[in-house]
């Protein structure tokens, strides 16, 4: 997480994995039209490994394209992971459980956001709430103003 570096390289790689892997994958279905159950078989698992890629690098991926990450739980916090300068900088806001599976995030408000979060957070509060947004409803934002 925190100091975390990622390479300027690693979108090209992904492209170029994900090439070869569709590659593969094509020639297995050209087989598996003409032979039988087991070329199917070989298909169906390259999909499900390509799938499982594809989810497994979704951080990293939105990182590099996005320059964020809109976060993921960790224990009873939400991690937001930013990319500055090729590190990634994290901001852990906690989580209050509110039953049936469901949390709330809480965030700092607008007099105490200064004061606990890191300096490159300042000033961009409403962004930062903005880009929350795409994981939890406003009515699962609290804040402590």
């Known amino acids: 997480m925190a100091g975390e570096k990622i390479s300027s390289t690693y979108q090209q790689t992904v492209i170029l994995l994900l090439l070869a892997l569709s590659a593969v994958f094509a020639a297995i279905i050209l087989f598996a039209i003409e032979g039988g159950i087991v ?8 999909f499900f490994v390509l ?5 497994a690098t979704r951080r990293k991926r939105e990182l590099g394209s996005r320059g964020f990450f809109p976060g993921r739980r960790v224990d009873n916090h ?29 965030i700092p408000g607008e007099q ?4 606990r979060m890191p300096a ?5 509060r409403d962004e930062i709430i ?3 947004g795409v994981v939890f409803k406003r009515s699962d934002m609290r804040t402590d103003d």
Do not use: D, K, N, T
Not at 39 to 45: I, K, M, P, Y
Not at 85 to 102: C, S, T
Not at 112 to 115: A, E, K, T
């Open 39 to 46: 070329q199917l078989a070989v298909a169906a698992g390259g």
């Open 51 to 55: 799938r499982r890629f594809w989810s």
């Open 130 to 132: 903005e880009r929350l």
């Open 120 to 124: 490159w957070a300042h000033g961009r």
């Open 78 to 106: 939400w991690v937001y992971e930013e990319l500055h300068e090729g590190e990634v900088v994290v901001i852990e806001f906690p989580l209050a459980y509110v039953g049936r599976g469901e949390h709330e995030i809480l």
């Open 112 to 115: 105490s956001w200064p004061g």
